[in-house]
C-alpha cells in the first residue's frame, strides 16, 4: 500500500479500551514513549488489534495538536 504521510513509527498495541462508539488505542514505540489513538470501533474489529499487536502509526501533520 502506498501513502503520503511520511511520520510513520513502528510499535506494538500495550492497551485497548472500547467504548460505545470509539476505541482508545495505545502503542509502545519504545523507550517508555506511548502513543495513542482513537479510532471507531468498526475499525478496531476490522484491524483486529489486541494487546501484543504490532501495528505502524501514520501522523499527518496537519492533525497534529501540541500544547505546553
Known amino acids: 500500500m502506498r501513502i503520503s ?3 510513520q513509527l513502528e ?3 500495550v492497551a485497548v479500551t ?3 462508539v470509539n476505541a482508545k488505542v ?3 514505540l519504545g523507550e517508555g514513549k506511548i ?3 482513537i479510532i471507531s470501533m468498526d ?3 476490522e ?3 489486541t494487546e501484543g499487536s504490532s501495528v505502524t502509526t501514520l ?3 496537519s492533525s497534529v495538536l501540541l500544547m505546553a
Open 5 to 7: 504521510a511520511r511520520n
Open 11 to 13: 510499535g506494538k498495541v
Open 18 to 20: 472500547e467504548g460505545a
Open 26 to 28: 495505545d502503542v509502545d
Open 35 to 37: 502513543i495513542t489513538s
Open 43 to 45: 475499525a478496531l474489529k
Open 47 to 49: 484491524l483486529e488489534l
Open 59 to 61: 501522523i499527518k501533520a
